[in-house]
Antibody
């Protein structure tokens, strides 16, 4: 089955760190760009990072310098290392497969809560 | 950053009727515009990319069009499974940005 499955979410205090993981299966992972997209509770979607097949990375200003996206093609895995977390980073984090910088396959998401 | 503005915020349509959703870009994104549907409790799903190309397995009742920086998603005959929030997304420039969404409900 073609799918991506996120893990690693949880409760973390402001200023803390968390590492999310995404396990891909059913498609040639190394040949696809991959992304993380988040959704603040009940609100809209925000793209938070992307990584190309050559390891090139992109971030919006809101997370640049705090979040690091990486991939391990041998393990069909994508990661998001998040540090200096803020209350505003709270939300559901989705792993998404890239299709020319659109997102054609989404996981079910993992919840990240930043709270004291 | 390119700002995407969707309207209306909520759209009430009868089953079997046409739904028309709008998305405006703050600057040119050429045709690099996608639409997603997010059914309550589910992850988003890609419907349309490159303004008007339907994604895999997306039914023909969904269509997209463009006039300059104005984009339109049309659902020709609303079905019950189309009750959802719809998002547009530009991918012409970094950072990739989404509109705020249009909620489609049954009248």
């Amino acid at each position: 089955e073609v799918q991506v499955v996120e893990s690693g979410g949880g409760l973390v205090q402001p200023g803390g760190s968390l590492r999310l993981a995404c396990a891909a299966s059913g498609f040639p992972f190394s040949r696809y760009d991959m992304h993380w997209v988040r959704q603040v509770s009940g609100k809209g979607l925000e793209w938070v990072s992307g990584i190309g097949t050559a390891g090139d990375t992109h971030y919006p200003a809101s997370v640049k310098g705090r979040f690091t996206i990486s991939r391990e093609d041998a393990k069909n895995s994508l990661y998001l290392q998040m540090s200096s977390l803020r209350v505003g980073d709270t939300g559901v984090y989705y792993c998404a497969r890239g299709k020319s910088d659109t997102f054609d396959l989404w996981g079910q998401g993992t919840m990240v809560t930043v709270s004291s | 950053e390119i700002v995407m503005t969707q309207s209306p915020a909520t759209l009430s349509v009868s089953l079997g009727e046409r739904a028309t959703l709008s998305c405006r870009a703050s600057q040119s994104v050429v045709g690099n515009l996608a639409w997603y549907r997010q059914i309550p409790g589910q992850a988003p799903r890609l419907l349309i990319y490159a303004t008007s190309t339907r994604a895999t397995d997306i039914p023909a009742r969904f269509s997209g069009s463009r006039s300059g920086t104005e984009f339109t998603l049309t659902i020709s005959s609303l079905q019950s499974e189309d009750v959802a929030v719809y998002y547009c997304q530009q991918y012409n420039n970094w950072p990739l940005t989404f509109g705020g969404g249009t909620k489609v409900e049954i009248k």
